[in-house]
């Protein structure tokens, strides 16, 4: 499996995207990271925090000094500028999440639903009851 050949965003190295967190989608275009160490530089802003993160949860603008201040939902970066902030994201993100996961199981519910009902009739089909061998009368009393 070839990596695709990038440039880090921080410093500037070419190499191979390879993982996951090497690759983040920003506003109109992607960054890289050669490594753990050049993303959180970009997370928090290079050194000495020169440049401000805007809190996704109260606006506020701050320069974050913790990774734990930022946190991914749906593989965007979000920022978070306190404990609260970041709970609430978590929240709102567990929140997307959970709906989703609820609409992708009712879906595969009605679709189980029909593979049943489905399913129930071709078994009970007289003919491929008999190329069974003989399970005709079970499958008759399945039903
Ligand atoms: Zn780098
Ligand atoms: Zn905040």
Redesign the pocket.
């Known amino acids: 499996m070839g990596g695709i050949s990038e440039t880090?965003s921080?410093?500037g190295?070419g190499f191979e995207v390879q993982f996951r967190y090497q690759m983040e989608e920003k506003d109109g275009g992607f960054s890289f990271?050669?490594?753990q160490k050049?993303l959180e530089k970009s997370q928090l802003g290079g050194d000495g925090g020169a440049s401000l993160a805007t809190c996704d949860a109260c606006a506020k603008r701050f320069s974050p000094q913790l990774v734990s201040q930022v946190l991914y939902v749906a593989g965007r970066r979000n920022y978070a500028c306190s404990l609260e902030c970041r709970a609430q994201l978590v929240r709102e993100a567990k929140g997307v999440r959970l709906g989703d996961i609820a609409a992708a199981a009712s879906a595969a519910r009605a679709r189980l639903r029909e593979d049943r009902a489905a399913g129930r009739g071709a078994a009970c089909d007289p003919p491929r009851c008999a190329v069974r061998g003989g399970r005709g009368p079970r499958c008759r009393g399945d039903g």
């Open positions: 880090c921080v410093c190295t990271f050669c490594s050049c």
